[in-house]
């Protein structure tokens, strides 16, 4: 029986053995690879928006004691109602002055006069419109003393509304 050189079968078997290492190697990358983007689809899948629910989760120390935006004077409570009710305005991350309810506002040459002019598409949660009487109402409501508001006083800027 002839026999190869010394080592030349072991060269061979060893190409074999790399080659077949190699293609192992190869496939699991691969699965590692398709592993990785499979977990990864799954965790991102959790990321995205459902329409279906509404959270609102506030991490805020302690139980808001009221909800009426003229008697809140807690600060637990008024970061509750700021999430909860929209102002005339709003204030943006770098606290400017950005529409809110209003989509726009005049003010007048002297600058004592406002004018806002509401979305047209504010509306309630049961559906009626958002109307400038509803927000007539709620300051007026305020400034009554038997509302008993802590910060009427913040209104006081306003034409008449100290006499009030």
């Given amino acids: 029986m002839l026999y190869p050189p010394p080592g030349i079968q072991w060269q061979r078997a060893g190409r074999v053995a790399n080659w077949f290492r190699l293609c192992l190697n190869r496939r699991a990358a691969l699965l590692r690879c398709w592993g990785f983007v499979f977990c990864f689809g799954i965790a991102l899948s959790g990321c995205g928006s459902r329409l279906d629910r509404a959270q609102l989760v506030f991490i805020n120390g302690a139980e808001p004691e009221l909800l009426d ?32 309810v209003a989509e726009r506002w005049d003010v007048s040459p002297d600058g004592l006069r406002y004018t806002f002019h509401l979305r047209s598409n504010a509306i309630w949660a049961n559906g009626e419109p958002v109307t400038s009487a509803d927000f007539v109402y709620a300051w007026r409501r305020v400034l009554l003393p038997e509302t008993g508001s802590e910060y009427a006083s913040q209104l006081y800027p306003i034409a008449n509304a100290e006499a009030f």
Avoid: C, H, N
């Fill in 69 to 100: 935006p003229a008697l809140i004077t807690a600060q637990a409570t008024s970061r509750v109602a700021y999430a909860l009710f929209e102002g005339l305005v709003i204030f943006d991350q770098e606290a400017k002055v950005q529409p809110g």
